[in-house]
T-cell receptor, first 112, second 115 residues
């Protein structure tokens, strides 16, 4: 049971470079999320998608774009990376309130 | 704006002792979740609390929810070293039905259990 799979696990970017973080879930969940985790800050929502074809901004969307490619996949793009985007990024998915969200293993991104 | 506050943020305790972590939130919600995170790892779901007065227990951990006080507690009984981790509470701000929304997380409580 793969659950939520994120790629890559680690990435180093130079300031101004772009990249896309990939996320796929095999649980047939409708909702998917991207969070970032910074020391002492908990997790903060970047974007979410309540269903295929829809996306909404979360608490910290600036500098990011997302694509809900299909029900399984939800990608996060950094168009022009900045050092402030150095963080650990988690993708999550959920079906309903009864189970809450399931998280991927995270992507540790460093922007130099 | 929904705020979720956990305290304490750091907790060092001895094996065998009891302690409680508190999670306060600033708006009405009947959906609260507790997660555990080990260093360098992902988040693991511990408890799902979906109504006022809900109580869930798993091993040495017990979680409860008081929606009127906007408070959830995570009680640790007779702590053991394996419980050392960071614990997060998260609140879903959409209430009383409707589709699953996003989660607002507390900053986490880093628990260290020492022999």
């Amino acid at each position: 049971n793969a659950g939520v799979t994120q790629t890559p696990k680690f990435q180093v970017l130079k300031t101004g470079q772009s990249m896309t973080l990939q996320c796929a879930q095999d649980m047939n969940h409708n909702s998917m999320y991207w969070y970032r985790q910074d020391p002492g800050m908990g997790l903060r929502l970047i974007y979410y998608s309540a269903s295929e074809g829809t996306t909404d901004k979360g608490e910290v969307p600036n500098g990011y774009n997302v694509s809900r490619l299909n029900k399984r996949e939800f990608s996060l793009r950094l168009e022009s990376a900045a050092p402030s985007q150095t963080s650990v990024y988690f993708c999550a998915s959920s079906e309903d309130r009864w189970t809450g969200a399931f998280f991927g293993q995270g992507t540790r991104l460093t922007v130099v | 704006e929904l705020k979720v506050e956990q305290n304490p943020l750091f907790l060092s305790m001895q094996e065998g002792k009891n302690y409680t972590i508190y999670c306060n939130y600033s708006t009405t919600s009947d959906r609260l979740y507790w997660y555990r995170q080990d260093p360098g790892k992902s988040l693991e779901s511990l408890f799902v609390l979906l109504s006022n007065g809900a109580v869930k227990q798993e091993g040495r951990l017990m979680a409860s929810l008081d929606t009127k006080a906007r408070l959830s507690t995570l009680h640790i009984t007779a702590a053991v070293h394996d419980l050392s981790a960071t614990y997060f509470c998260a609140v879903d701000p959409r209430n009383y039905g409707g589709s699953q929304g996003n989660l607002i997380f507390g900053k986490g409580t880093k628990l260290s259990v020492k022999p």
